[in-house]
């Protein structure tokens, strides 16, 4: 174990891309182990990607690139405008809302960052924003994401943790609707604290009839995570299957009812799908090897055995693993940590009698919000690169937002009913 976990943060530390610090780990366990094969792990490379349920992954990601190049991305934003433009700080409460009407699209929290910092920041900075106010509330609120269907992190805890991908799907649901509440308080209080952008006085009131006419637009975009869960509660299709209808849903309503998606557009999303799903694929064949050694030297029952002899009480267990998941996700890949860590929680979570669903969703959150925090976030690099901005400025108007996250975590934590009532409703127990 010790070569393992030595090599592992050797490699870190010297900035190796994350796929290669855990593969080569991997393979130098296997290297010092003489009675282990050595084309063992080799062969977890190939096995690692050999699963249909984990088709959905790449199918969900080029859904959401087609999605944003198809004009369905312009109308949700053109919605949170609307909804926001009465409020305290309002160009920043539109990041907010666009990330829970793009969670159902994008799937991904630092792609969502980036965009809408790509799209939101140089107005922002115009009406008198501070860089590091505008990365922050653009970077943390695209954490809806995380829970939001089609939630890549809930797709993977369920490939790896044999969860139902439907349940996870369900389950997120009020979690991501809450968060938003949580945030669009905080963007608001901290937007009177620094006098930003106060309502515009000669700014209409919001109409029914506006509001109709925008939710006619974009209710293609707004029904579509609710298609999936009846989909795939009602058998339409399977959670793999429903990747593929994703697909063909955002090439249906670009091409024929938004009319926006032709050949360029397509191109366009077909060349950053295979970027994005090359570097994603990478991570989780190269942690074949490293998944095998964590279990041939026994670490899930060593940390099992720690962690139950501090505590059996099944709150405190939760947030303890919660913290260990917040501070790897500080230093590792949020992708990395479902494929390393969930076969690691999974058994101590359902050995205290706590829903693996419920435990999912938490997962998702806290593990997200690494990409969001220093020293090696890649959202938080992501979105301060895109305005030129120092991180440590960035950090410091990120802590609100930071800590209305962690105040809705609490509250997930100590009630689960909050997670499985749409589960249990749509799914049963």
Known sequence: MTTLLVCFVAFLVLGMPIAFVIGLAGFAYFASVP??????????????????????????????NLMNVSGITDRLLSLARLLTRRMYGGTAQISVVMSTLMGGVSGSATA?????TRILGPEMMRIGYKKGYICAVNCVTALITATIPPSLGLIIFGFVGEVSIGRLFAAGLIPGLMMMVFLMTTTSITSRVYKYDPPRRDAPPLSFKEVLDNLKESVWALLFPIILIVGIRFGVFTPSESGAFAVVYAIMIGKFVYKELGWENFKQALITTLKDNGA??????????????????????????????????????????????????????SNVNFLLLTPIFLPMVKEAGIDPVHFGVLMATIVTLGVMTPPIGSALYTVCGIIDCPPEEYTWYSLPFMAAVLVEMAILVFLPDVVLWIPNMVFGK
């Open 280 to 333: 994603i694929m990478l991570i989780i064949a190269m942690s074949g090897p490293f998944s095998y050694a964590i279990t041939w030297v026994k670490l899930p029952v060593a940390l099992s055995n720690l962690i139950f002899g501090i505590t059996t009480n099944p709150q405190a267990l939760v947030l303890i693993m919660l913290g260990f998941l917040f501070i790897t996700g500080m230093f590792v890949d």
């Open 112 to 116: 969502d960052a980036a965009m809408e």
């Open 35 to 64: 009675f282990l094969n050595f084309q063992t792990a080799t062969q977890m490379i190939t096995a690692q990607s050999q699963s249909f349920a984990f088709l959905a992954v790449p199918f969900f990601i080029f859904a959401g």
